[in-house]
Structures are given as structure tokens and as C-alpha cells.
Nanobody
Framework: QVQLVESGGGLVQPGGSLRLSCAASGSIYRIYAMGWYRQAPGKQRELVAT???????NYADSVKGRFTISRDNAKNTVHLQMNSLKPEDTAVYYCNAKGVTPTWAREPFDSWGQGTQVTVSS
């Protein structure tokens, strides 16, 4: 079983910055990709940014140029630096990790954190 613990959410004024962090632990052989998703009230969960263990990144168009995802493979952690925040960035942000367990079968996992609230408001 793989656990993800997020931190760094909170309340920030428009134009401000926040840094989210997520640490993965448990039965991990290798994590192939980590990422951040968000869900605003009344909306579906959407991709924010992802990063592979090789460093390839992917961003939603709405956050390009404002958010930066980074990863520490050795520590199984991922971070999301969010700058120039807008009220429409308000949502619960979820960390995700995809990889395989250290069993002989290399069983895949697709795990989610419990979410951290980000509120952008004056």
C-alpha cells in the first residue's frame, strides 16, 4: 500500500504564491509519474501538472507560466510552486503517484492523497 501526504495549502491573496508538497511512502519499488490535480466545488477533478521520473512535465493550459512542478526521486516527493495565484485557482489539490510495488510481480499502483485546500481570495 502506498500513502501520499500533502502539505502547504492555505489562504492567499490574488497574485500571491503557495508551495505544495507531497511525500509518498509505503510499498514502493518505483514511481513513474507524480502529479497534482484539483477539484473546485461543483466541478470535476482536473489535471494541474504531472512529472515523470525522467523529468518530463505536463501542465494544464490554465497554469502554464505560473505553476512549476518539481520532483525529488530519491525522496519520492513532488512539489508544486504556484505563483500569480488567481481566485479561479481555488480548489482542493490532490497529489497522485503511479508506479509499481516491490513484489516479484511489480504490481502497479495509482494512489491519491487526501487533498489540501487552496483558497485564493482578498
Amino acid at each position: 500500500q502506498v500513502q501520499l501526504v500533502e502539505s502547504g495549502g492555505g489562504l492567499v491573496q490574488p497574485g500571491g504564491s503557495l508551495r505544495l508538497s507531497c511525500a509518498a511512502s509505503g510499498s514502493i519499488y518505483r514511481i513513474y509519474a507524480m502529479g497534482w490535480y484539483r477539484q473546485a466545488p461543483g466541478k470535476q477533478r482536473e489535471l494541474v501538472a504531472t512529472i515523470t521520473n525522467g523529468g518530463t512535465t505536463n501542465y494544464a493550459d490554465s497554469v502554464k507560466g505560473r505553476f512549476t512542478i518539481s520532483r525529488d526521486n530519491a525522496k519520492n516527493t513532488v512539489h508544486l510552486q504556484m505563483n500569480s495565484l488567481k481566485p479561479e485557482d481555488t480548489a482542493v489539490y490532490y497529489c497522485n503517484a503511479k508506479g509499481v510495488t516491490p513484489t516479484w510481480a511489480r504490481e502497479p499502483f495509482d494512489s491519491w492523497g487526501q487533498g489540501t485546500q487552496v483558497t485564493v481570495s482578498s
